[in-house]
């Protein structure tokens, strides 16, 4: 296991607005560049810190669940529309996730993992979204979660 300043920028596209956000923590890397997985708190978005596991197979599949006051498991998954479990402060639903592109550069000194993918709520058109997460190493003394 190895430790990285993980960055994650995010464009949000919704009704013809977009908004970004950005943020970094420490986080955790195991695996090779076709099958690893990351792990890091997030604090902020909940009213509790959460756990956020992100785990990709074979550079194509990325699974991102969050563990915490509410609970996420979002499949992305290039060319496949999955349907995914998503809990927020106003009730439980399940959301439509379709990747159009998955682009992993991730191995044991970092990179950058980007993914472009629609979110669809009742089949209608909720999103659009650009994310990249960018792993740069972390110096010896500082531990991921």
Same mark, same amino acid.
């Given at each position: 296991?190895?430790?990285?300043?993980?960055?994650?920028?995010?464009?949000?596209?919704?009704?013809?607005?977009? %908004?970004?956000?950005?943020?970094?923590?420490?986080?955790?890397?195991?695996?090779?560049?076709?099958?690893?997985?990351?792990?890091?708190?997030?604090?902020?978005?909940?009213?509790?810190?959460?756990?956020?596991?992100?785990?990709?197979?074979?550079?194509? $599949?990325?699974?991102?669940? &969050?563990?915490?006051?509410?609970?996420?498991?979002?499949?992305?998954?290039?060319?496949? &529309?999955?349907?995914?479990?998503?809990?927020?402060?106003?009730?439980?639903?399940?959301?439509?996730?379709?990747?159009?592109?998955? $682009? %992993?550069?991730?191995?044991?000194?970092?990179?950058?993992?980007?993914?472009?993918?629609?979110?669809?709520?009742?089949?209608?058109?909720? %999103?659009?979204?650009?994310?990249?997460?960018?792993?740069?190493?972390?110096?010896?003394?500082?531990?991921?979660?």
């Amino acid at each position: 296991m190895k430790n990285f300043i993980l960055t994650l920028k995010d464009l949000h596209e919704q009704d013809g607005e977009k %908004s970004e956000s950005e943020f970094s923590a420490v986080c955790s890397y195991e695996g090779d560049e076709n099958s690893y997985s990351l792990s890091y708190n997030e604090s902020g978005f909940d009213p509790a810190s959460s756990q956020i596991k992100i785990k990709v197979t074979d550079k194509k $599949r990325v699974e991102v669940l &969050r563990e915490g006051a509410f609970n996420t498991q979002l499949i992305i998954e290039e060319g496949v &529309r999955h349907t995914c479990f998503y809990e927020t402060p106003y009730g439980e639903f399940t959301i439509g996730v379709y990747a159009e592109s998955v $682009r %992993s550069q991730i191995g044991e000194n970092g990179g950058t993992l980007e993914l472009s993918y629609s979110l669809d709520f009742n089949s209608g058109l909720a %999103s659009k979204n650009k994310m990249t997460i960018t792993l740069k190493e972390a110096a010896d003394n500082v531990t991921a979660c």
